[in-house]
């Protein structure tokens, strides 16, 4: 037992160890492992929590007007978890970032949680970060919020959408992000299949009829008022967006237009468009291979540099053996 207990502590040490260089290469096979993260709950609301997971950095700098990178997972607002980005998190606390993941209310079929309800949650958590600051040791002024797919929406929601607050929210402070990164995000809803989220009850259903998805005039407002396209104006945050030319689940055209809307409204806004590659290439254990992955954290990474919130150069690197076989191919 006693023997067993050393090889653990030896384990978690060396992990630990790894993570804390700051300056030095890092790769997947220890970022997916630890350490932990921790935990806050920002409310309840009926049967569920709205909750950040975050990371501190490990350096010996003064824990103090840090940048924080916060993390929205996808899932098509129905599904999704929140551990997808905690390697994501514990990256950026590497690289000097307090991390963040937040943790949301999913769609619900009957109607008991909605669209608008995941950007309320979001809303709260950036609010709450905001407005704790310098507990948490970062500087109110320099938060990013990154997302995919559905979580790539509400992060653009959180800059670009008025609204959707919870009743008990502080509104007076603000739940814009600094920066937005956003991985093949949906832009508009009304062009997309995914209307179905806003259309709710029988259009969620695995064989939905062909009448339950003709939205009503009101779903149709109701979807431009959540579709970032349609709430472009100036003086939005920075952005940054990263899509795929292969995206067969959320068109590369949506972020085109979001892009060409951004920067017709005097924002500055970068688009990448990368070739031969498909949805949610961001994303750990899932269908993109760990080189597509870390090229995609190494694009924010840089932005992030030119855009002064971090320093020095990327230290994310490829595992000297790849830390998972992508889903869909041959082991």
Request: charged residues 20%; hydrophobic residues 40%.
């Amino acid at each position: 037992m006693r023997g067993i207990k050393a090889l653990l502590f030896i384990s978690v040490f060396l992990v630990c160890k790894h993570l804390s260089a700051g300056d030095t290469n890092i790769s997947f096979d220890s970022l997916l492992r630890g350490p932990a993260m921790k935990e806050i709950v920002i409310r309840k609301t009926g049967n569920e929590e709205v909750k950040i997971y975050y990371i501190q950095p490990v350096d010996k700098k003064p824990l103090k007007n840090r940048t924080a990178v916060v993390w929205i997972h996808g899932g098509g607002w129905t599904g999704g978890i929140t551990e997808t980005f905690f390697p994501h998190a514990r990256y950026f606390a590497n690289r000097g970032a307090v991390g963040f993941c937040i943790h949301y209310r999913l769609v619900k079929a009957d109607g008991s949680v909605t669209v608008a309800d995941c950007l309320a949650d979001c809303k709260s958590v950036i609010r709450y970060i905001r407005e704790h600051a310098e507990e948490l040791g970062i500087d109110p002024d320099k938060i990013i919020v990154a997302g995919d797919s559905a979580g790539g929406h509400l992060a653009s929601c959180l800059g670009t959408v008025d609204g959707f607050d919870y009743p008990t929210d502080h509104i007076n402070i603000s739940a814009a992000p600094n920066v937005m990164v956003l991985y093949n995000p949906l832009s508009d809803f009304t062009t997309s299949p995914f209307i179905n989220r806003i259309i709710g009850g029988a259009a969620l259903d695995k064989k939905p009829s062909p009448e339950s998805l003709i939205p009503t005039e009101a779903q149709i407002e109701l979807a431009k008022k959540l579709s970032p396209l349609y709430n472009v104006r100036e003086n939005q945050p920075k952005t940054l967006i990263i899509h795929g030319t292969d995206d067969t689940v959320i068109l590369p055209e949506q972020s085109v237009r979001f892009a060409k809307a951004m920067k017709k409204a005097g924002n500055n806004c970068k688009l990448i468009l990368l070739p031969h590659t498909k949805h949610a290439f961001v994303c750990v254990n899932w269908k993109a291979t760990e080189q597509e992955v870390v090229n995609a954290f190494l694009l924010m990474d840089n932005y992030l540099v030119k855009q002064g919130y971090l320093k020095g150069k990327p230290t994310l690197v490829p595992s000297k053996n790849p830390a998972w076989t992508p889903i869909g191919t041959a082991k």
